[in-house]
């Protein structure tokens, strides 16, 4: 079946540092792929999304690009703020069978961003 | 404003005694579900509907129920909860099946 593997973390990172958290998946045809963040309390937000390959989506200074030949969408940022602490998922979105509609997250990536 | 509410925010239970979370959506969507939050493995598809009247299980579905006898609700069941399904829980909603979804704040549920 479909599987999302994300890096480990916590990450912890001083302001204005660079960001990236690595996510690659498994999965057959032609998945959409998702990044939600989660802040402290609450539900899950979409940050950015890219439904094909080769797509870059884009929020908010970040940024991830869908490379089918990698299996990868990795999500980065060229400077984080103490305000981007939070729980960062990736997610994908498989249209076809038994898969419809159905979100296959990673296990989530903290990140702690110090003044 | 568009959102998924949930309700309770906060519940703590015995082992055995039935409840019901529940969900409701004012965006007309079509599709919903229910995910579990669990330390260390993201988040799991208990249940999700692609319509009313329409459900299926995902992939945590044992010692759950649910129902959706209108377009906006979408109400999670636990029969006879017990310590296993001690986690946080989130209801989503989305246009269709291929779109992103929206998230409830979630419920975290404590079963003594």
């Known amino acids: 079946g479909d599987s999302v593997t994300q890096m480990e973390g916590p990450v912890t990172l001083s302001e204005e540092a660079f960001l990236t958290i690595n996510c690659t998946y498994t999965?057959?045809?032609?998945?959409?792929l998702f990044w939600y963040v989660q802040y402290p309390g609450e539900g899950l937000q979409l940050l950015l999304k890219a439904t094909k390959a080769d797509d870059k989506g884009s929020n908010k200074g970040f940024e991830a690009t869908y490379r089918k030949e990698t299996t990868s969408f990795h999500l980065e940022k060229g400077s984080v703020q103490v305000s981007d602490s939070a729980v960062y998922f990736c997610a994908l979105s498989n249209a076809g069978g038994t898969s419809y509609g159905k979100l296959t997250f990673g296990q989530g990536t903290i990140l702690t961003v110090h003044p | 404003e568009a959102q998924v509410t949930q309700n309770p925010r906060y519940l703590i239970t015995v082992t055995g005694k039935k409840l019901t979370v529940t969900c409701s959506q004012n965006m007309n969507h079509e599709y919903m579900s229910w995910y579990r939050q669990d330390p260390g493995l993201g988040l799991r598809q208990i249940y999700y509907s692609m319509n009313v009247e329409v459900t299926d299980k995902g992939d945590v579905p044992e010692g759950y129920k649910v129902s959706r006898k209108e377009k906006r609700n979408f109400p999670l069941i636990l029969e006879s909860p017990s310590p296993n399904q001690t986690s946080l829980y989130f209801c989503a909603s989305s246009p269709s099946g291929r779109s992103e979804a929206f998230f409830g704040q979630g419920t975290r549920l404590t079963v003594v």
């Open positions: 999965a057959t045809g032609y998945p959409s």
